[in-house]
């Protein structure tokens, strides 16, 4: 089935440097997503991206759908104690009443003040 | 509340033992889906369904059942728990799957199978 491929697998960086992870893809996808996990919670979307080449911000992140659509960046600037959680990227294929969500293995992020 | 409730929040089995667990949301939402999440392998789809009646697999579906009787519902049922199955389950719902910010998780259902 199609695979994501994230990295990095953690990542452990000062408070107020800027965060950069990525996803790859065996196979396209039509829509591209981002979610963040706190730990003890479900999945929160922060981004979804719908067309190839797309670069979206919403706030202090920037994310891009690739324009081969195999793949989407993530970057947080100015990272900040609470930006610590894992970070899960995420691809769609919707059609008709189908369009299941496949999950990356996620990037753990810790943020020393 | 609106939302995606999962109960029990965490959960104890012994290998072989049989246990539901249960996932409600009252936003009206076609669309529900099961995940396991196990470290270091994100969330993968165990089952899903489009609508009250209809059911389908997903990509890790063997030792689980589900059934959806009403919209509101979507149970995920372990006939013979094994100590594989230890992980953390999220049950998440959408209108419809193309509604992406519309995905609600729940907070997830911690189950451990000795």
């Known amino acids: 089935g199609q695979q994501l491929n994230q990295s990095p697998q953690s990542m452990f960086i000062q408070e107020g440097e800027d965060v950069s992870m990525n996803c790859t893809s065996s196979s396209i996808f039509n829509t591209w997503l981002w979610y963040k996990q706190d730990p003890g919670e479900g999945p929160v979307l922060l981004i979804a991206l719908y067309k190839a080449g797309e670069l979206t911000s919403n706030g202090r992140l920037t994310a891009q759908f690739g324009i081969t659509r195999k793949d989407s960046f993530l970057n947080i600037s100015a990272s900040i104690p609470s930006d610590v959680g894992i970070y899960f990227c995420a691809g769609q294929n919707y059609g008709g009443s189908q369009g299941n969500l496949i999950f990356g293995k996620g990037t753990k992020l810790s943020v020393k003040p | 509340n609106a939302g995606v409730t999962q109960t029990p929040k965490f959960q104890v089995l012994k290998t072989g033992q049989s246990m539901t667990l249960q996932c409600a949301q009252d936003m009206n939402h076609e669309y529900m889906s099961w995940y396991r999440q196990d470290p270091g392998m994100g969330l993968r789809l165990i089952h899903y369904?489009?609508?009250?009646?209809?059911?389908d697999q997903g990509e890790v579906p063997n030792g689980y059942n589900v059934s959806r009787s009403t919209t509101e519902d979507f149970p995920l049922r372990l006939l013979s728990a094994a100590p594989s199955q230890t992980s953390v389950y999220f049950c998440?719902?959408?209108?419809?799957?193309?509604?992406?910010?519309?995905?609600?998780f729940g907070s997830g259902t911690r189950l451990t199978v000795v």
């Open positions: 369904s489009v609508g009250a009646g209809i059911t």
């Open positions: 998440a719902s959408v209108s419809k799957p193309g509604n992406l910010y519309g995905y609600t």
